[in-house]
């Protein structure tokens, strides 16, 4: 099945660092890239969907400044978490899709658990 | 915002057992998928169901949509300690600006004791 891969696993920095998270479709040619984010015990909350070549779509009440994500290839998209803060803190899910044919599942990363000191 | 509904929440069975769990969701879809989710991991994806079908199997996992009740329930049978995990549905939207995207419902948390 296809692969995207997401780096690093964890993340653990002091507040104001920013911190730069990649994901990677590694078989197959990713034509989108989404950047969720979890809390504990809590469903996935979209933070912006982001297409090759182009500026990412943010969700209502996401920060683009503060989460700034790139998509400059059809199997890299990285989301940068800006001077983070403790309130930062979460588990960050990426996925990506090749719309190239309808109906196709996203697939996921194994996600990246930050915290911030 | 999380569309979907599911239920229950929690669900705890032995092994060997059926589960089912449900979900609704509240607008048109082009699709319904079913995700996996094993703890501090990523999601995985299990089954897609188009609006235009009714039920779908794979292995073990049966799903069934009834867009007129605007609801799924995926049951999986015969289960395994290995199938703890927390299941979530995702709806695409049909047409609109939220075209293509998942939006998920809230999950279910499934533990089956060996």
């Known amino acids: 099945g296809a692969v995207v891969s997401q780096h690093p696993s964890r993340v653990i920095c002091k507040s104001g660092t920013s911190v730069k998270i990649e994901c990677r479709s590694l078989d197959f040619q990713a034509t989108t890239m989404f950047w969720y984010r979890q809390f504990p015990k809590q469903s996935l909350m979209l933070m912006a969907t982001s297409n090759e070549g182009s500026k990412a779509t943010y969700e209502q009440g996401v920060e683009k400044d503060k989460f700034l994500i790139n998509h400059a290839s059809l199997t890299l998209s990285t989301l940068t978490v800006t001077s983070a803060h403790p309130e930062d803190s979460s588990f960050y899910i990426c996925?990506?899709?090749?719309?190239?044919?309808?109906?196709?599942?996203?697939?996921f990363g194994d996600g990246t658990r930050l915290s911030i000191l | 915002s999380q569309q979907g509904e599911e239920d229950p929440q929690a669900l705890s069975i032995q092994e060997g057992e059926n589960a089912t769990m449900n979900c609704s969701y509240k607008t048109s879809i082009n699709n319904l998928q079913w995700y996996r989710q094993n703890s501090g991991r990523g999601l995985v994806h299990l089954i897609l169901?188009?609006?235009?079908?009714r039920e779908k199997h794979s292995g073990r996992l049966r799903v069934t949509l009834d867009t007129s009740k605007k609801s799924s329930s995926l049951l999986i049978t015969a289960s395994r300690a290995a199938d703890t995990a927390s299941y979530f549905c995702?709806?695409?939207?049909?047409?609109?600006?939220?075209?293509?995207?998942?939006?998920f419902g809230q999950g279910t948390i499934l533990t089956v004791h060996p």
């Open positions: 995702a709806t695409v939207n049909a047409g609109g600006t939220s075209y293509g995207k998942l939006t």
């Open positions: 996925s990506a899709v090749d719309w190239t044919y309808s109906n196709q599942p996203q697939h």
């Open positions: 169901i188009r609006s235009n079908e």
